[in-house]
């Protein structure tokens, strides 16, 4: 079964830039989308970044995703503190089962 | 404004049972597929079920499979998700989703609902 592996936590100072590693390990989802979720404490997931580098509508272009190989990255520039949340990348495994993350919180210092 | 509410959450034995429901509307339910999302107290996202469109196929977790069905009633835009033989391990708070596609459950999850809390203890 496929695990996708995050960071736990990153952390970074207003203004600034961090990336959030999301990397496979097991069955084979290379090849397949990779999405991001950003969920505030208590709050329902919202979709960030689909098809490894598009942005829904309202999603501002300080977020930026990007896939080499078995290896997806979420990019944020110009932090604010309202980026503090928890950060999620999901895909797909051979056996057509949604596959998520174990997260990673940002905070912003 | 596209939203998914869910209700049916609560406190329930293990061994129990209880029956989920989301409903939908802003957009023409019956043309995408729909998902059940988790989320156990202090842990990540845990893919759960997905249906597609017309509800002819439905996919399911190995922790979930022979215990929960998922289903939708397209003329009420309302999808379900009946749980039997409930575990502790179940508790979480249960998300409804929208998928963008009518088959193709797993691409992503573009609308969320707000969850609902299912607590399984004696």
């Known amino acids: 079964q496929s695990v996708l592996t995050q960071p736990p936590s990153v952390s970074a100072a207003p203004g600034q830039k961090v990336t959030i590693s999301c990397s496979e390990s097991?069955?084979?989802?290379?090849?397949?989308?990779v999405s991001w979720y950003q969920q505030f404490p208590g709050t329902s997931p919202k979709l960030l970044i689909y098809d490894n580098n598009k942005r829904p509508s309202g999603i501002p272009d300080r977020f930026s995703g990007s896939k080499s190989g078995t290896s997806a990255t979420l990019g944020i520039t110009g932090l604010q503190t309202g980026d503090e949340a928890d950060y999620y990348c999901g895909t797909w495994d051979s056996s057509l089962r949604v596959v998520f993350g174990g997260g990673t919180k940002l905070t912003v210092l | 404004e596209v939203q998914l509410l869910e209700s049916g959450g609560g406190l329930v034995q293990p061994g129990g049972s209880l029956r989920l429901s989301c409903a939908a509307s802003?957009?023409?339910?019956?043309?995408?597929?729909m998902t059940w999302v988790r989320q156990a107290p202090g842990k990540g996202l845990e893919w759960v079920s997905s249906?597609?469109?017309?509800?002819?196929?439905?996919y399911y977790a190995d922790s979930v499979k022979g215990r929960f069905t998922i289903s939708r009633d397209n003329s009420e835009n309302t999808l379900f998700l009946q749980m039997n033989s409930l575990r502790a391990e179940d508790t979480a708070v249960y998300f409804c989703?929208?998928?963008?596609?009518?088959?193709?459950?797993?691409?992503?999850?573009?609308?969320w609902g707000q969850g609902t809390t299912v607590t399984v203890s004696s």
């Open positions: 802003g957009f023409t339910f019956s043309s995408y597929a």
């Open positions: 989703a929208k998928c963008p596609h009518y088959y193709y459950y797993y691409y992503r999850m573009d609308v």
């Open positions: 249906i597609i469109g017309g509800g002819d196929n439905t």
């Open positions: 097991g069955s084979k989802i290379g090849n397949n989308y």
